[in-house]
């Protein structure tokens, strides 16, 4: 396998093999030399890995296998997503309800009044992530929070039904109370439809709060709670990738302050989870958080590689007499990762279900700040989290998203987004890099012009550059490309390695040329 790959890119490069227009000349033609009598040094075992972001919904309505979407009522739109169902004489009224929150972190719900139910079925619909997937012979998890106001309804019926009303799975929840409490039914699906919706519908006329309104399929990726979606975690998994670095990207930033990626909001019940507004252009639950990456990368086998917000968003800085909050984030981050259970955080983690620490030794400080006339601000910012986490973690390796010079870089963070020319063209960018400098970690690269929604030409330009990375794989660590994920309904960035709808998925050749590499690294340069 080995061979057969190092024989046939060197014959593509040269031209030697036309793939389309022009004179086709067989591969096997091209000669190649191999000099065993003098290795050159072993190639990165971390070489591999892949970076997740939530863009594209790559998480939500994506590999994170909750089915409805705004499930706990907290988006913009308040209502988006569900709708009235009233068949018959039977009547439904929904509004958002702030009076009697869930919880201080989960302030909205649906207040849901219905009338007429004696004449017919009024509720309320979730259309999912443009549609739910539901498979004959495969069950799902419902979990609900309700309550009823007054003499409102006891008892809600739970349907999945396809786009022509079909009944694919029913369930129903009773002894609902005037206050709040999580209510769970199995929905086994004796039918299946690519395009379902879930349906909420009291049996009795009144008003009934509903809020945290969930769905998960049961057959999660190995079987998780608050899981991920198997078809792409299986994907994922083929990658075998050494390393995953998340959860952005420009997503840990944010286009604000504000809306930066906070790790303590994404632990612990996922119906506490305030969930926040993400720059690629919807909110995120933040169900897809700190503890189930980390969980995700155990389950692969990976090096988990965090990206911490350093107090910059695209649109602001933490000034830096107002800093140390976010570099106690870090800390409490690896705390949260490597403490031992009598820790507060470390105790946090074993509540969340893992007594044993993570293996945690990658973070990152950072996400593309300190670009341009920024890179003062970046440097300063480093440098306090530098500081701090060396002092107490000096084993967990730091990785700069740009060149600094006021503190050593364990690894510095290079991105690249070009034409499928730019790559092929720059095998040898890294031939004759500094051996005395940091080590690198090409965070980001893909062919993004000339490429479609992703092809041959992009693939081998790629795999080109990625020829150069093996070889100096003496300083270059880790190499991702990205994105990883995009679901077809909301391609905000193109192309990307694996493309989803709700209810299948396939790989780009990007994604096959990863793969290829991925499982066929060598231990070994030879000359
Ligand atoms: O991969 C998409 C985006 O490209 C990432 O969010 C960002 O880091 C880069 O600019």
């Known amino acids: 396998m080995l061979f057969s790959r190092f024989a046939i890119w060197p ?33 990165s075992p971390t070489l591999y890995g892949i970076f997740f972001e939530e863009i594209n919904h790559a998480g939500d309505g994506g590999l994170y296998a909750e089915m409805v979407r705004n499930r706990s009522f907290e988006d913009a739109q308040g209502l988006s997503s569900w709708s009235v169902v009233s068949d018959g004489a039977a009547t439904a009224k929904l509004a958002l309800n702030t009076d009697s929150p869930l919880n201080s ?51 809600l019926v739970a349907t999945l039904e396809s ?85 952005g990207g420009c997503f840990v930033e944010g286009d604000q302050l504000a809306n930066a990626s906070r790790w303590k909001e994404s632990v612990g019940d996922p119906a ?37 917000n350093c107090g910059m968003a695209h649109g602001g800085v933490v000034p830096m007499d107002q800093l140390e909050p976010w570099v106690q984030d870090a800390l409490d981050a690896l705390e949260y990762a490597l403490g031992p259970v009598t820790s507060t955080w470390g105790a946090q983690r074993a509540r969340n279900g893992h007594p044993k620490p993570f293996a945690l030794r990658y973070m990152e400080i950072g996400n593309e700040n300190g670009w341009g006339d920024t890179l003062p601000l970046y440097e ?18 730091l990785v700069a998203n740009v060149p600094v010079s006021n503190r050593p870089m364990d690894l510095v963070d290079d991105h690249y987004y070009n034409s499928p020319e730019w790559f092929a063209g720059s095998v040898g960018r890294y031939d004759k890099q500094d051996r005395k400098g940091p080590r690198i970690y090409v965070g980001e690269y893909a062919v993004t012009s000339g490429c ?3 092809n041959l030409r992009a693939a081998l330009a790629e795999a080109a550059f990625m020829m150069g990375l093996e070889r100096n794989s003496d300083i270059i660590e880790m190499a991702s490309y990205a994105p990883l994920f995009v679901n077809v309904a909301d391609r905000k960035w193109n192309p990307d390695a694996i493309v989803f709808d709700s209810a299948t998925s396939f790989g780009t050749p990007s994604y096959h040329v990863q793969k290829l590499f991925a499982r066929n690294r060598p231990d070994l340069l030879l000359p």
């Not at 009044?113 to 259309?127: H, M, Q």
């Not at 519908?201 to 509903?210: E, F, I, M, N, R």
């Open 272 to 308: 506490a989870r305030p969930g926040h507004w993400n720059l690629w252009g919807y909110r995120s639950t933040d169900g897809l958080g700190y503890h189930e990456f980390l969980q995700m990368c155990e389950d692969l086998g990976s090096e988990p590689l965090f990206v911490i």
């Open 105 to 155: 972190r989960n302030p909205r719900s649906l207040k849901l009044e219905t009338s007429g139910t004696g004449t017919g079925r009024a509720g309320v619909a979730n259309s999912g992530y443009w549609g739910m997937a539901v498979t004959k012979g495969h069950s799902y998890a419902l979990s609900l929070y309700a309550r009823r106001e007054g003499a409102g309804p006891d008892t």
């Open 380 to 397: 300063e910012r480093y440098a306090r989290f530098y500081d701090a986490i060396k002092a107490i973690y000096p084993s967990v390796k």
């Open 452 to 454: 479609g929604q992703g």
């Open 11 to 43: 014959a593509l490069l040269a031209g030697l093999v036309c793939l389309g227009a022009g004179p086709v000349v067989r591969a096997d033609e091209a000669s190649i030399t191999v000099d065993l009598a003098h290795p050159g040094g072993p190639v």
């Open 163 to 247: 786009p022509s009303g079909d009944v694919l799975a029913k369930g129903r929840v009773s002894g609902v109370g005037t206050e709040w409490k999580q209510f769970s039914c199995k929905l086994a699906a004796k039918e299946g439809a690519a395009d379902a919706r879930l349906v909420i519908s009291p049996t009795t006329d009144g008003a009934v709060l509903l809020d945290q309104a969930s769905l998960f399929p049961k057959r999660t990726w190995k079987g998780r709670e608050n899981g991920l979606r198997r078809d792409l975690g299986n994907l994922v998994a083929d990658l075998a990738p050494a390393f995953v670095r998340f959860p």
